[in-house]
């Protein structure tokens, strides 16, 4: 097996990652858990479409071995509660894909992206109970900055990484 690669997500890429996503376990910790639509997905992928081509930066489709197995990448917090304005490393990938080292190989390729573009800091939001993505963004060098509630009524770490 070769090491994971980022690419920015093709349109077809959101039917992928609505297959990879339609999984009560994959979204335990994100939000209330609930399940999205292709619909949803299909925005999402669009939006990160959008942010690469402005930004270079963005939440990239993680192939493995040619095959689409989540994303991984940075994009900026878009909710009303938490690091409003900041720029959040986030990670999510398929179930059969969990267990390799594979999100931390490929949030690390994403931050050196966000380095190589002058991006001072970066934030993850991470419900605590969540030990595999704790586990991510510790091995990447971030630690707990604040706490927050999220709206779910859930305690959310943020974590945080400076660049230089
Ligand atoms: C979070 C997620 C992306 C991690 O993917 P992964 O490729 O399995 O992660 P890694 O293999 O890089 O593991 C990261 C570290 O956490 C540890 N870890 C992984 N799963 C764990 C678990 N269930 N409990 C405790 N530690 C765990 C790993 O052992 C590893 O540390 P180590 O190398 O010192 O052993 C994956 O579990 C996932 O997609 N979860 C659902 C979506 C999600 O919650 N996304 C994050 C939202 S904040």
């Known amino acids: 097996m070769t090491g994971p690669g980022l690419r920015v997500p093709t349109t077809a890429d959101a039917g ?19 399940i999205r639509d ?3 997905y299909a925005g999402l992928v669009q939006r990160q479409r959008d942010l690469a081509e402005s930004t270079g930066l963005c939440l990239f489709s993680v192939v493995v ?17 938490g690091p409003t304005g900041s720029l ?3 990670w ?8 390799r080292g594979l999100a931390t190989a490929a949030a690390r390729a994403a931050v050196e992206l966000a380095r190589a573009r002058g991006v001072p800091q970066l934030v993850s939001v991470v419900q605590q109970g969540n ?12 630690a707990v900055a ?15 990484l400076l660049l230089d």
């Open 146 to 160: 604040r706490q927050h509630r999220s709206p779910e009524g859930a305690s959310v770490d943020e974590f945080e």
């Open 65 to 81: 071995d040619d095959e689409v197995a989540g994303f991984a990448g940075i994009h900026p917090w878009s909710h009303p509660w």
């Open 131 to 142: 030990e595999a993505s704790a586990g991510v963004a510790r091995k990447l060098g971030m």
């Open 16 to 34: 992928r990652w609505f297959e990879l996503f339609d999984d009560a376990e994959v979204m335990r910790f994100i939000g209330a858990g609930e």
């Open 92 to 99: 999510r990938l398929g179930r059969r894909f969990w267990g």
């Open 38 to 40: 292709r619909e949803y």
């Open 88 to 90: 959040e490393a986030g």
